[in-house]
């Protein structure tokens, strides 16, 4: 079999967060959400593209799930991502989201769910030889180990 050079499977997960942009906009209109309906959202913090609170993206350094159900303002969903304002600890929070950060969608009220696979950005700086990652282990590069010719 040849190697899938369209990448179906990219375009199907895009295809996928449509659904996720759609009942975002719906939500967001006039009407606010439909009937019992609330949405459950993963997504990546550490995504570039991610605005998150600094005291957030501390707290879940990789990814968090937010609940958009009676109380989020300022909800809008643009083609590329979505802004939402939320309460932690009594204090609101913006929340500027891309839809390829979101990892799962999960709306309770009628048992739809949505899991996508999580790709880096190409243009997402790596982190630097020797950073420390937020779980305390240090990422080596191995090109300080190889001999040189």
Not at 40 to 56: A, H, R
Not at 87 to 109: I, M
Not at 131 to 144: I, W
Request: contains cysteine; glycine residues 6%.
């Amino acid at each position: 079999m040849s190697k899938d050079l369209m990448r179906y499977d990219r375009m199907a997960q895009d295809a996928l967060r449509g659904v996720v942009r759609q009942a975002l906009a719906r939500a967001a209109g006039p009407e606010g959400l439909p009937g019992s309906h609330h949405f459950y959202i993963s997504f990546k913090t550490d995504d570039p593209g991610c605005d998150v609170d600094e005291s957030l993206s501390k707290a879940y350094p990789d990814e968090m799930t937010v609940v958009l159900e009676h109380q989020f303002w300022d909800l809008t969903a643009e083609d590329d991502f979505f802004e939402v304002t939320l309460k932690f600890g009594g204090v609101p929070k913006y929340l500027k989201v891309p839809y390829s950060a979101v990892t799962r969608f999960h709306d309770p009220a009628v048992g739809f769910h949505l899991q996508f696979d999580y790709e880096a950005p190409e243009n997402a700086p790596a982190p630097p030889p020797g950073a420390e990652k937020a779980d305390g282990s240090t990422v080596v590069s191995l090109d300080s180990f190889r001999k040189k010719d």
